[in-house]
């Protein structure tokens, strides 16, 4: 079992930046690990993932070249860097890890990640 847990949300204006933490309750050397997000009255969406060895990362196409996904295997934890912040991101922002994701497809779904964090609310106001 493995717990995540996320930090680093709040409120910030457009334009500006945050950057979401995920730290695991124990090495997830082996696990890829994504973020995903839920804006009110909206379903979960995919936003970025990266592979267990940092070397393939993902991301959806409205956060490309303004999200950075990274990870540090020795600390457990996944991070999620955000510049240029807008409005329409403001979500519940949530972590995941999963095992079994053996193809690039995969990262997109959540149905392939096992273990869930909390959330954590990230508001841009404009």
């Known amino acids: 079992q493995v717990m995540v847990v996320e930090s680093g949300g709040g409120l910030v204006q457009a334009g500006g930046s945050l950057r979401l933490s995920c730290t695991a309750s124990?090495?997830?050397?082996?696990?890829?690990m994504g973020w995903f997000r839920q804006a009110v009255g909206k379903e979960r969406e995919f936003v970025a993932a990266i592979s267990s060895s940092g070397h393939s990362t993902f991301y959806v196409d409205s956060v490309k070249g303004r999200f950075t996904i990274s990870r540090s295997n020795t600390k457990n934890t996944a991070y999620l860097q955000m510049n240029g912040l807008k409005p329409e991101d403001t979500a519940v922002y949530y972590c995941?890890?999963?095992?079994?994701?053996?193809?690039?497809?995969?990262?997109?779904?959540?149905?392939?990640?096992?273990?869930w964090g909390q959330g954590t609310q990230v508001t841009v106001s404009s």
């Open positions: 124990r090495t997830v050397g082996m696990y890829a």
């Open positions: 995941a890890a999963g095992r079994r994701l053996y193809r690039s497809s995969s990262y997109y779904f959540e149905s392939e990640y096992d273990y």
